[in-house]
């Protein structure tokens, strides 16, 4: 489903324009999700009922000058664990951690920036309950990123989107923030980050799931 339907879009344009020098940045981020929707994998059923929870989500990245080569950027979300029904009348618990690795090419650098590439989604997943059961996954998205930073202002606002989707499937990760620079590399930043998975009897897997929720932090930009 998901590992056929990308791939194309990794290596489309080798004259993407590259960063003029060696650059590099960090961020880490508090990040509130809720859950919402059914989570069902294998014997395992699990009903979100919109539970907030609280967790981190860290991102690096290395942007250089080579044309050909691409920039790398990783993001990951530590196991964050959502509690739900089971539809017999007990609880379950499903935990999720996140590893994106994203090649990608700079198209446009300057007041607006538009990147776009692959990005592999390591997903691990496990399920407690009267059953357990675990799931590991990697996924190939297609990944868009854009930068707004108006000259002269401390203010930008950045996104991005990852998506696949296939015969009705589809997994989506999309964030939106506001940055403010506060001098010396230094920035911090605040958005909105929103993930949906809808998988249809595939890998043993049926899902209508979303997770969504504010983050709050800090970034370093060299």
């Known amino acids: 489903m998901f590992r056929a339907s990308i791939l194309v879009l990794c290596l489309v344009s080798v004259s993407a324009s590259a960063a003029t020098i060696l650059g590099f940045g960090a961020e880490a981020d508090y990040y509130t999700p ?7 994998y294998k014997n395992t059923h699990t009903r979100f009922g919109n539970n907030d929870e609280s967790g981190y989500q860290i991102g690096l ?7 050909v080569i691409p920039n790398v950027r990783i ?41 776009f590439g692959v990005s592999f989604k390591v997903l691990d997943a496990t399920v407690e309950g009267t059953i357990n059961e675990s799931l590991n996954e990697v996924i190939p998205m297609g990944y868009l990123g854009v930068a707004l930073t108006p000259p002269y202002s401390p203010i930008g606002m950045e996104g991005s989107v990852k998506y696949v989707g296939y015969n009705g499937d589809s997994l989506t990760d999309a964030r939106i923030k506001l940055v403010w620079k506060i001098g010396a590399g230094l920035g911090a930043q605040a958005g909105y980050r929103y993930e949906s998975l809808k998988v249809s009897d595939h890998f043993d897997l049926n899902s209508d799931v979303t997770f969504k929720g504010p983050f709050v932090g800090f970034n370093y930009r060299f």
Not at 34 to 40: R, T
Not at 61 to 67: A, M, Q
């Open 34 to 40: 809720s859950a919402s929707g059914d989570f069902d």
């Open 61 to 67: 990245f290395v942007e250089h000058p080579v044309p």
């Open 75 to 115: 993001d990951f979300t530590p196991k964050t664990s959502f509690s739900g029904s089971d539809g017999i009348g007990g609880s379950s618990k499903v935990s999720v951690t996140q590893t994106d690795i994203t090649p990608y090419y700079e198209i446009l650098d300057n007041a607006v920036e538009i990147d």
